[in-house]
């Protein structure tokens, strides 16, 4: 059994953490881009919305190593995997290390807080954020503020992800990305190998993970009407 695991590679991340990954990376981007104009900024952060809350659902309901109770641990975990870094050779995790698991809740924390703040917000010129007006334009003058705070923040984060990632390419000669792309990491030593092959949950219960997160966001805005 382990010999097929090593030959196909395990399977590590489903299709629909996969898809929620580059999704969010790419309209991070565009959200950072499209910051001068107010209309599309305001629909790519609702987007956001939906698709973390998506993530937080299928962080109960999905595969194995997208459920949060694989990868976040305790700071005796934590201390032991940076212990580990030091190692010549290190195992190798299947899924998120210690830390690297605790920085995936930290970003997804500071995104949901900054697509939540994002409704509030306006410029006191033109825009007023979808329930701006549900708040004292005084209170929503200081949540913009934190909202433009909450933006570098985010920034620094993703650009300390992507260090962790190169620092895993380039000093301990694993490929974190490759596994993103295609599911699977055919690079485990027979140690590392999962005890069984993994089955992707089916599709069906992504389906209904999405519904809920979108039904969510419609809700939230209908706060606003």
Same mark, same amino acid.
Do not use: C
């Given at each position: 059994m382990?010999?097929?695991?090593?030959?196909?590679?395990?399977?590590?991340?489903?299709l629909?953490t996969?898809?929620? +990954?580059w999704?969010l990376?790419?309209?991070?981007?565009?959200?950072f881009?499209?910051?001068d104009?107010r209309?599309?900024?305001?629909?790519?952060?609702?987007?956001i919305?939906?698709?973390?809350?998506?993530?937080?659902?299928?962080g109960?309901?999905?595969?194995?190593?997208?459920?949060?109770?694989?990868f976040?641990?305790g700071?005796k975990?934590?201390?032991?995997?940076?212990?580990?870094?030091?190692?010549p050779?290190?195992?190798? +995790?299947?899924? +998120?290390?210690?830390?690297?698991?605790?920085?995936?809740?930290?970003?997804?924390?500071l995104?949901?807080?900054?697509?939540?703040?994002?409704?509030?917000?306006?410029?006191?010129i033109?825009?007023?954020?979808?329930?701006?007006?549900?708040?004292?334009e005084?209170?929503?003058?200081?949540?913009?503020?934190? +909202?433009?705070i909450?933006?570098?923040?985010?920034?620094?984060?993703?650009?300390?992800?992507?260090?962790?990632?190169?620092?895993y390419?380039?000093?301990?000669k694993?490929?974190?990305?490759?596994?993103?792309?295609?599911?699977?990491?055919?690079?485990l030593?027979?140690?590392?190998?999962?005890?069984?092959?993994?089955?992707?949950?089916?599709?069906?219960?992504?389906?209904?993970?999405?519904?809920?997160?979108?039904?969510?966001?419609?809700?939230?805005l209908s706060?606003?009407?």
């Amino acid at each position: 059994m382990a010999e097929g695991v090593r030959k196909l590679g395990a399977l590590v991340w489903d299709l629909p953490t996969r898809l929620f +990954h580059w999704l969010l990376a790419l309209l991070i981007l565009a959200a950072f881009l499209s910051d001068d104009n107010r209309d599309i900024h305001q629909r790519i952060g609702i987007a956001i919305l939906a698709l973390v809350l998506f993530r937080l659902i299928w962080g109960v309901i999905g595969g194995r190593y997208a459920r949060f109770t694989s990868f976040l641990r305790g700071p005796k975990a934590v201390l032991e995997h940076l212990d580990e870094m030091r190692q010549p050779n290190p195992p190798q +995790h299947v899924g +998120h290390n210690a830390a690297g698991g605790w920085m995936v809740a930290v970003l997804l924390v500071l995104i949901l807080a900054q697509a939540g703040t994002g409704l509030f917000t306006n410029d006191l010129i033109t825009y007023v954020g979808p329930l701006g007006e549900l708040v004292a334009e005084s209170t929503s003058e200081k949540i913009t503020t934190i +909202h433009k705070i909450m933006s570098n923040l985010i920034l620094a984060a993703v650009v300390l992800h992507i260090g962790a990632v190169l620092v895993y390419f380039v000093w301990k000669k694993q490929n974190l990305v490759r596994p993103m792309l295609t599911g699977r990491r055919a690079d485990l030593r027979d140690a590392d190998l999962p005890p069984l092959p993994d089955r992707a949950p089916p599709l069906w219960r992504a389906g209904i993970a999405a519904a809920v997160a979108i039904a969510v966001v419609v809700g939230i805005l209908s706060l606003g009407r």
